[in-house]
């Protein structure tokens, strides 16, 4: 079995390279750095990693530009780091080919589950996984059962639909427009209340507390992620 | 058109023109003096004054009236072709005659200055109503200004062109003539026109660059005034920005700088001790962030640049993304009916200020803090209430004004807190109101109103 753990961190800001080498090594993760985009650029293409953190404030690029151009030749997972807490460029992000971001100040259990789902995520795109299972939560995609709590849930089909749709990215981010065109169609694009009418249904049959989800997280402006 | 100062009627072109009106009527007469008396011929002549007299002012009317008259006598009164008259009777009709022309031409041509005039009154008072009309409509002087000068290139036949001070005057200035646009104390442009003026028309373009100027004065002072708020409020912000970062951010820095320092002691390696400096450093980190927030949030708000993205969001999901980001180790009970209406909001803006809240209530007490949903017929309100000391009276009206600290609070807070969801609930058009409990502790509570969600696509096919 191939142990996926080089990460390249690209990050011009030395006291974080060095935080995340005391934490990602603690964790067992083996780590490259970069402190330019440049310099970032080229270990991506030589040392193979398997996935790459990538902050957005570098010095010699825009971090956007570098992830474009990653994109050009790759499909490594891509998280991204930023301090721009603003929706738009967060679909952005997602739009130009980013994996997962995470918005400093980010705290390391956070970041560190983050880089598990994105490098999982990768071990499982050949074959996605017929059964999502976490915590009292169980889908069956196959079968298209669902059991909360210990008990079966019915589901109605755009219900399941939407629930389907997050299982098969587990742990990221599914953006709203996605959701929206992919279940009502195109024209349903701009019609978020029809997505937020229906994970709130969803909530009410899955989550032991609809108020305090602890599976289907909201990323406010940008979708929803599953946990 | 003022009619007094073109060229077609003025000076001794007005002679002139009663000169021939006359001399045709004599040739007129002259030939028909066969079949008409020459009493009839006297009324043609009369008539031909009147006519003198609705065109022209009172010197050409009595050029008309004696020169008729001598023509009347000459060549039609008999004896004909003398100045002698032979029968008295005709003599007293010939003085009669010009006394009459005199009188009525005088009348004819003065009734017509005064139709004349109140017709320039009117066109006046038109043009200067377009005029304010143009000022009112465009705020930016550039604007009405380009506007009016269209206007009076209209009216006066010319070049016009207004040029405020910090502008430059139009090539080969000389040609131009200058008005100043004048307010009460100041003068804030010129004017500059090239071409024919009359006094009239002077004097009009005078007060319009006159009403131009107090305009214009206005709103350079409003525009004063504002900046000077403006600039007094950045001042403060700026004041509190520095005091937060010397004193608020500095605080929990401090700690930061200790608690690390503590962890390099030998003395610290005990895992209780490294587990209080652990929760010590995540305590400064999260008060610095609330902090550096706050003032960012705040200067998001102030700038004009704020658009707020209204959308139709779930209550209850705004309180889990809330208590979600907030992830207090402290517990927060939140009290959110199963159904509950969509509501149109912005929700990172709400998230924002029911953050500020809880984080307010959690601040200010050790006690439990809850946060409630009620939705009523019209408006959704989020309680957050806490079990705290509660806020004395006489603060509670000023609570929610920027920059404003209860006296005898704990620090860590900037003072815009509340004042930032104060903002945000206004942009929704809701309120936020704040009470101390019956028992103890205090309430805060935000009022949205409830609008009607737009429709859900049906779903029949159920599984």
């Not at chain 2, 007490?365 to 509660?390: H, K, M, Y």
Request: with cysteine; glycine share 8%.
């Amino acid at each position: 079995m191939i142990v996926n753990n080089r990460i390249l961190v690209i990050d011009d800001e030395a006291s974080i390279r060095l935080l995340l080498k005391i934490n990602l090594e603690a964790r067992g993760y083996e780590m490259i750095e970069a402190g330019t985009a440049k310099a970032g650029l080229e270990l991506a293409a030589t040392v193979h990693p398997h996935l790459i953190l990538l902050d957005l404030g570098l010095p010699d690029a825009k971090g956007l530009d570098v992830l474009k151009e990653l994109r050009l030749w790759t499909q490594i997972p891509v998280l991204v780091l930023t301090v721009e807490d603003a929706e738009h460029s967060k679909v952005e992000l997602l739009d130009a080919g980013a994996d997962d971001y995470v918005i400093k100040p980010f705290g390391l259990p956070e970041l560190a589950a983050r880089i598990k789902v994105a490098l999982r995520h990768r071990a499982q795109d050949a074959g996605a996984d017929a059964v999502f299972e976490s915590g009292d939560l169980r889908i069956d995609l196959a079968k298209r059962e669902v059991r909360a709590q210990g008990q079966a849930v019915k589901l109605t089909h755009t219900e399941f639909e939407l629930l389907r749709r997050l299982a098969l990215s587990p742990g990221r981010v599914v953006s709203q427009e996605f959701l929206l065109k992919d279940i009502w169609g195109k024209h349903a694009a701009d019609n978020g209340h029809y997505l937020r009418i229906f994970i709130g249904h969803l909530r009410k049959k899955i989550e032991a507390d609809p108020s305090k989800p602890k599976h289907i997280m909201t990323e406010p402006g940008v979708g929803y992620r599953l946990l | 058109m003022n009619t007094e100062e073109s060229p077609f009627f003025s000076g001794a072109v007005r002679y002139w023109w009663s000169f021939c009106l006359i001399t045709g009527i004599s040739v007129v007469g002259f030939a028909l003096s066969d079949t008409l008396g020459y009493r009839t011929i006297g009324f043609l002549f009369l008539t031909g004054v009147f006519a003198v007299g609705s065109f022209n002012t009172v010197g050409p009317v009595l050029f008309a009236a004696g020169l008729s008259a001598l023509v009347w006598n000459f060549v039609f009164i008999p004896p004909r072709f003398t100045f002698a008259i032979s029968a008295t009777e005709d003599l007293l009709l010939c003085v009669g005659y010009f006394l009459a022309a005199v009188v009525t031409g005088a009348l004819t041509s003065r009734s017509r200055q005064h139709e004349q005039r109140a017709r320039e009154r009117e066109e006046r008072a038109q043009f200067l109503y377009e005029i304010l009309k143009d000022i009112l409509e465009f705020s930016r002087p550039k604007d009405f200004l380009s506007r009016i000068a269209i206007r009076i290139e209209e009216h006066c036949g010319g070049e016009c062109v207004f040029v405020l001070n910090d502008e430059n005057p139009p090539a080969r200035s000389a040609e131009y003539q200058v008005f100043g646009v004048r307010g009460r104390k100041e003068q804030t442009a010129r004017m500059f026109f090239k071409g024919w003026l009359g006094a009239d028309q002077r004097e009009l373009l005078e007060l319009v660059c006159q009403q131009i100027g107090l305009t214009l004065e206005r709103t350079h002072l409003e525009r004063r005034l504002r900046d000077t708020e403006r600039l007094e409020e950045s001042e403060r912000l700026h004041q509190t920005l520095f005091n937060s970062v010397s004193h608020e951010l500095r605080t929990p820095l401090t700690a930061l700088m200790g608690f690390a320092s503590a962890l390099e002691d030998e003395s610290a390696s005990s895992p209780e001790f490294r587990s209080k400096i652990t929760a010590g450093l995540q305590d400064a980190a999260g008060r610095m962030n609330r902090v550096i927030g706050n003032l960012l949030d705040m200067s998001r708000l102030s700038s004009n640049a704020m658009v707020l993205k209204k959308e139709w969001h779930d209550p209850s999901d705004l309180i889990g993304v809330t208590l979600n980001a907030l992830n207090s180790p402290r517990q927060i009970t939140a009290r959110v009916p199963a159904e509950l209406p969509l509501v149109e909001m912005d929700f990172r803006l709400m998230e924002i200020a029911l953050a500020n809240l809880l984080v307010n209530a959690l601040n200010y007490s050790d006690a439990p803090v809850e946060i409630e949903v009620l939705a009523g017929d019209a408006s959704l309100r989020f309680a957050v209430r806490d079990e705290g000391t509660g806020i004395s009276e006489k603060y509670l009206a000023r609570i929610f004004e920027k920059f404003y600290r209860v006296p005898g609070t704990p620090t860590g807070g900037t003072g815009l807190g509340l004042s930032i969801v104060k903002n945000i609930v206004d942009l929704h058009r809701g309120e936020v109101s704040v009470a101390n409990r019956p028992r103890r502790g205090a309430e805060f509570v935000i009022t949205l109103p409830l609008g009607q969600p737009p429709a859900l696509p049906e779903e029949n096919d159920r599984e």
